[in-house]
């Protein structure tokens, strides 16, 4: 079955600085991995996604991905963040398969402090 | 190129009474999905179409919940009789064909159901 995992509930980081949203997954086969931002009263927007190839991806608003097949993470990372950045960010997982559904994480509050 | 289209945006009903929402996906999208978003909660998937066949409904609440996607585009999700556990924003997504599931599901902004 697959499933993803997002730890952390919450980070606050401070506007300037990296910051880092965590992922782990588990699927059957090679995954396909996505990141997506929800703004309040707004549906979900894509950021990223890894399908093969590299494991640094980039996406939209300077934001990237690191995939590691080792530790089946996906972490989400900016190396200077914004306030403007402040919004819940969800991890989502597909098993290599066009019949396997996309599974969302619980998703993880980012707060960028001025 | 326009978006996903959910309406209506916002629908407060009493417990008990039915409820309809519609999502026009993407033009020349096959793929349809329906979730279900909790408050402070990841969507969850209700059912999944590829053009007008459900090929994922398992997590559908089948005694109150229906869905339908007639021609293949348009979709509509339907409870009768709404609980107010029901309460949730539910999200329609798209996605265009592609093979192995690569592509990526576009949103809609969803629709806040609230059951008084």
């Known amino acids: 079955a697959q499933s993803v995992a997002q730890p952390e509930d919450q980070v606050n980081v401070a506007e300037g600085n990296p910051l880092t949203v965590k992922c782990t997954y588990s699927v059957s086969g090679n995954p396909y991995l996505f990141w997506y931002v929800q703004y309040p009263n707004r549906g979900l927007q894509f950021l990223l996604k890894?399908?093969?190839?590299?494991?640094l991806v980039k996406g939209s608003y300077g934001f990237e991905a690191e995939f590691n097949k080792s530790q089946t993470s996906f972490h989400l990372k900016k190396p200077s963040a914004l306030v403007s950045d402040s919004a819940l960010y969800f991890c989502a997982v597909r098993g290599g398969s066009s019949a396997s559904k996309i599974i969302f994480g619980s998703g993880t509050r980012l707060s960028i402090r001025p | 190129e326009a978006g996903v289209v959910q309406s209506p945006r916002y629908k407060i009903i009493e417990k008990k009474q039915p409820v309809a929402f519609w999502c026009n996906p993407i033009s020349g999208h096959n793929t349809l999905y329906w979730y279900r978003q909790n408050l402070g909660q990841g969507p969850e998937l209700l059912i999944r179409?590829?053009?007008?066949?459900?090929?994922?409904d398992s997590q559908l609440p089948k005694d109150r919940f229906s869905a339908e996607r007639l021609k293949g585009v348009d979709s509509t999700l339907k409870i009768q009789p709404a609980e107010l556990g029901d309460s949730a924003v539910y999200l329609c997504?798209?996605?265009?064909?592609?093979?192995?599931?690569?592509?990526?599901?576009?949103f809609g902004q969803g629709t806040r159901l609230t059951v008084v």
């Open positions: 179409y590829e053009n007008e066949e459900a090929v994922d």
């Open positions: 890894y399908i093969t190839g590299d494991n």
């Open positions: 997504a798209s996605s265009p064909p592609s093979t192995g599931g690569k592509t990526e599901a576009f």
